[in-house]
């Protein structure tokens, strides 16, 4: 499911600092990680060399290892390939989570390829979407090492799309050359980053950008959702008065699907029906609140009226059933030399280092929260290898003219979850929390879910039922779900909290308090001046690079403004568990709500810590 409401740790910080000098000597020792045989050994400890050691410094390792981190992959995650493909011990949880990984990222895609139809006029849609999901997706689960990871299309990959359309009128150029270069750049860029092992940068990421990113992503979700449900009425789209009654009930099913959505999100928290009744409601909430949002718009009076006028808007289908042809009207192979010139090609750079900001951020985020302690991996990690095969995926999406993707969040952790075995301990806390036992660590779950996209493609005729008031109620719970969990947001909360009732966590606690409101008010306008040049600036498509210049801006401007025991709490690099359970006791108390543990198993970018770990 989409669920977005997740805190910000769940996870022991020993355990933590384990995997991440793990990952250290993974990427700077030639001995490690080289595993033998299917059984993995059940620590991710590597041995080590005499002269190396576990605790090196940014100093002392160079920036650039050419090919050094992609052999470490290679060379950790090869002797595991086979067991990759072996039987999974219960083969109903993969089953299980290969469906669920399928809903999970069919909603989000039919939302963002209605997004990209509108703001490419029609050159990348439904089919689009699918299709360039599917084919990321095998090429990923076969080829990746992590192959856990879930790729697709997301909301910034959409939005960086639809903000760099108007370049094609700049340089008078056709649109599909132009995303073929794109790509190429992109993709080059990857994979010479991954070659010369620069995937590393993304350990210089901080909860404060990855705050910002996540607050960035939930306010342009939120906008764009009220404005494609609200817009159509203000600008009095169609003459008569069915017309107007249709944009009307388009909105009114937009806001009852986001209701049912946000209600059954909370299902875990219910006290009817059984365990089980409860996780399916909350796990396939957003499916279950498109199938009534699209029943309630077929009900007599709702899509049409007496005389046959006034039809809803629904899922952009130009061909239902699909014949196997591209939205536009064009050929699937695109010719890059054809209507396009050379300051075209080269303009194309632009977008495509975009892209390769915004992937190296996002994508290895994506990837290190899959492999989150919590959720005790066997087998290593393999970023650089998989920043690689990120770049591989640009190729077809070059060659067929289809929109790139990367990892997903949150779509990718919960593909973890639900491969997990779990039981339930009850801590010294109070707290019911889940413990992992066991996860089907496998390529099965991830290639068939992708497979199943292509089913979706020759399903369009059930597509093309969808209101698209339902898809942007979707958007818009997605956006405060993000919102909902973002600890900015949470700050600006608590500002307007009276000073002897906010919760006495360590910010709060240890950080003068306008200090706190400094920090928290820096953060919310940056994220808002990145969300307003990315929706209303002619140049938008710049805002990965606005999001990646957040990393220098807090290591040597912040960093000289704020004092360093301050910092260890505004930005924190991790914290002790018992400390997080406390701490988001302290918040739902202040909040009168009840504190719910599950909140703690959904991750998202917050959760992201570049504990411990400066470079590798």
């Not at 620590?43 to 390792?61: K, M, Y």
């Not at 992109?186 to 350990?203: E, Q």
């Not at 990393?551 to 000289?560: F, G, I, N």
Request: aromatic fraction near 12%.
């Amino acid at each position: 499911m989409e669920n977005i409401d997740a805190y910000n740790g769940g996870y022991c910080v020993d355990d933590k600092d384990i995997i991440l000098n793990w990952t250290r000597q993974c990427s700077d020792n030639d001995n490690l990680c080289s595993f033998s045989g299917p059984s993995a050994p059940q620590s991710r400890v590597g041995t080590q060399n005499d002269s190396d050691s576990f605790e090196t410094t940014s100093e002392e390792q160079p920036l650039f290892n050419f090919m050094k981190g992609i052999r470490r992959d290679l060379r950790a995650r090869a002797p595991l390939y086979k067991d990759d493909w072996s039987r999974p011990r219960s083969i109903y949880t993969v089953v299980n989570a290969t469906f669920f990984a399928f809903i999970v990222q069919l909603i989000p895609a039919l939302i963002f390829a209605e997004l990209m139809d509108r703001q490419t006029e029609g050159k990348l849609a439904t089919a689009e979407a699918l299709l360039s999901t599917a084919i990321m997706g095998i090429i990923y689960a076969v080829l990746a090492g992590q192959p856990l990871v879930i790729v697709g299309i997301t909301g910034p990959v959409a939005l960086l799309l639809g903000t760099s359309y108007s370049l094609t009128e700049t340089f008078n150029v056709e649109y599909f050359p132009f995303l073929f270069w794109i790509c190429f750049w992109a993709g080059l860029m990857h994979i010479l980053t991954a070659v010369v092992g620069l995937v590393s940068l993304v350990w210089k990421v901080t909860p404060f950008t990855t705050q910002i990113f996540e607050l960035f992503v939930a306010v342009s979700f939120i906008y764009t959702s009220i404005r494609d449900l609200i817009e159509p009425l203000y600008l009095g789209q169609g003459d008569t008065r069915s017309d107007r009654s249709a944009q009307y009930a388009s909105l009114l099913i937009g806001l009852i699907t986001f209701y049912v959505a946000w209600t059954l999100h909370f299902a875990e928290t219910w006290v009817v029906f059984t365990r089980q009744v409860r996780t399916l409601l909350s796990n396939y909430n957003t499916l279950l609140a498109v199938v009534f949002g699209t029943a309630l718009s077929y009900l007599p009076g709702i899509d049409l009226a007496k005389d046959g006028t006034g039809g809803l808007d629904r899922v952009t289908v130009r061909l239902a059933p699909w014949d196997w042809q591209p939205s536009a009207n064009r050929p699937w192979v695109v010719s890059p030399f054809e209507g396009i010139n050379t300051a075209g090609i080269f303009a194309a750079m632009i977008p495509g280092l975009m892209f390769f900001l915004l992937f190296i951020i996002d994508h290895n985020v994506s990837s290190i929260l899959t492999q989150l302690p919590k959720f005790k991996l066997k087998k290593p990690a393999a970023y650089h290898w998989d920043f690689f095969v990120v770049g591989l995926t640009f190729i077809p999406c070059a060659i067929l003219g289809l929109p790139p993707g990367n990892g997903l969040l949150p779509q990718a952790p919960l593909h973890v979850r639900a491969l997990c075995t779990k039981s339930y301990v009850t801590d010294e806390h109070g707290v019911k929390r889940e413990v992992v036992t066991h996860v089907e660590e496998q390529r099965w779950s991830a290639l068939a879910q992708a497979s199943l996209l292509f089913i979706a493609l020759a399903s369009f005729q059930i597509i093309s039922w969808i209101p698209r008031g339902c898809l942007f109620g979707i958007f818009l719970y997605l956006g405060l779900g993000a919102l909902h969990v973002n600890e900015i947001w949470e700050r600006v909360r608590l500002c307007f909290v009276v000073r002897k009732k906010r919760p006495l966590v360590p910010i709060v606690r240890d950080v003068p308090w306008h200090t706190v409101q400094l920090w928290t008010f820096i953060q919310l306008s940056l994220a808002l001046a990145i969300f307003g040049v990315a929706e209303f600036v002619e140049i938008g498509y710049i805002y990965p690079a606005l999001l990646t210049l957040l990393v220098p801006l807090r290591s040597y401007v912040l960093e000289r403004i704020f004092k360093k025991e301050d910092m260890k709490h505004l930005n924190p690099f991790g914290e002790d568990e018992d400390n997080y359970q406390e701490e988001q006791r302290a918040i739902h108390h202040t909040r009168n709500d009840s504190f719910d543990s599950q909140e703690l198993t959904f991750p998202n970018r917050a959760e992201f810590r570049g504990q411990g770990r400066t470079n590798s």
